[in-house]
């Protein structure tokens, strides 16, 4: 009885020192995680001159930048939604090797460097591209430098992003409510847009925050496929870019108006819908 009293208390101290132990190995790499994303954000509103953000936001090239941005990234997310939606739910409905390999190519640009984009952008669609040559003898339309060329870049790095989280929320809709729908004579286009896409709609629309996302922060494919001409190309981040060179405050404002901008709309979706 002497011998084993000791003994059980030590076991219990050992084992109600285990939560300790299992919890800290969870809590000390995810504060880590917190501090690579909350670091660098302090560092950038602790640098900003305040007092003169006023100032650095009116120069010519910010407000010019930050409207390409947004007219640009809406433009891109309209464009992610019309041709992206279809395709995450033929892929979600999809199975096969062919629907395996499409998935695959579909999120290539995720992995694929900005400015690998941008040349591959260049080869399809500039004056001399599979596309872009047809089209510039048959309408005298060259697509590269332009801000329609912007809206392509945002659109080929941005569409896999809305592709996967839109397959994701199509594949939670049971496969049954289709089978119901058709049953009672709607067609797959009916089925799609009547039953699929409500039931979806969160999943959309944090899709399309993530489209929008990715593509106000696109800076590689925009640069080497639409370039970086102010007033005309020059986007947010390219701006950014330009004025961190010349003008560091500059372009600590323009950063922080960004920040600002991407805080709100995220916010708002986060609370409206992401939940």
Known sequence: MSTAGPASARATRRTAGRPALSRAALVVPAVAAVGLVVLPLLGLLLRTDWADLGRHL????????????????VVTVLACFVLGTPLAWLLARADGRLATWLRAVMTVPVV?????????????YGRRGLV???VLEAFGVSLPFTPSAVVLAQVFVSLPFYVLAVEGAMRAVDARY????????ASPLRTFTRVALPLAAPGVVSGAALAWARALGEFGATITFAGNFAGR??????????????????????????LAVSVLVLGLLRGRWMR
């Open 132 to 134: 872009g040559r047809p």
């Open 233 to 258: 190309t020059q986007t947010a981040p390219l701006a950014v870019y330009v004025a961190l060179q010349s003008d560091p405050q500059a372009a600590l404002a323009l950063s922080i108006a960004m």
């Open 58 to 73: 009116s120069a010519p090239v910010v407000w010019p930048a930050i409207r390409l941005s947004l007219l640009t990234t």
């Open 178 to 185: 289709d089978a119901v729908a058709a049953t009672l004579g």
């Open 112 to 124: 694929l460097p900005p400015v690998v984009g941008g040349v591959a952008l260049l080869m399809a």
